[in-house]
């Protein structure tokens, strides 16, 4: 049964693919996200003025209207950047696949 309820969300994984292979993502600071309609992040970061949520005072926050995994994930990254510094983060990351 488990298994019939995985693929239930397969379409909208499979638009995710298509989209990401388009090559036509601009990235969510240059155009309205068209894969998480309701992210929060975009906005927020036009409205500061900020380049990541670390650099803000609120941050964690809730505004980025993730679910659970996602958001412990970008809090995990962001309290990272803001520990070692971007450029140390980036040297650290670079080499890493970020989907596996």
């Given amino acids: 049964m488990l298994d019939i309820l995985i693929f ?17 993502c601009k990235g969510c600071r240059n155009e309205q996200c068209k894969l998480f309609k309701d992210c929060g ?10 380049e990541y949520c670390y650099q803000c005072n609120e ?3 809730n ?10 994930r970008r809090v ?3 309290e990272k950047i803001k520990k070692t510094g971007l450029e140390e ?10 989907y596996v």
Avoid at 8 to 22: G, T
Avoid at 63 to 72: A, I, M, R, S
Avoid at 89 to 98: G, L, P, T
């Fill in 8 to 24: 239930k969300k397969y379409p909208d994984f499979r638009e995710m693919l298509d989209y990401f292979a388009s090559e036509n």
């Fill in 41 to 50: 992040v975009r906005g927020c970061h036009q409205e500061k003025q900020i």
């Fill in 59 to 61: 941050f964690p926050c």
């Fill in 63 to 72: 505004q980025t209207n993730f679910d659970e995994p996602l958001y412990g």
């Fill in 76 to 78: 995990k990254l962001n």
């Fill in 89 to 98: 983060f980036y040297e650290k990351q670079k080499n890493y696949h970020r």
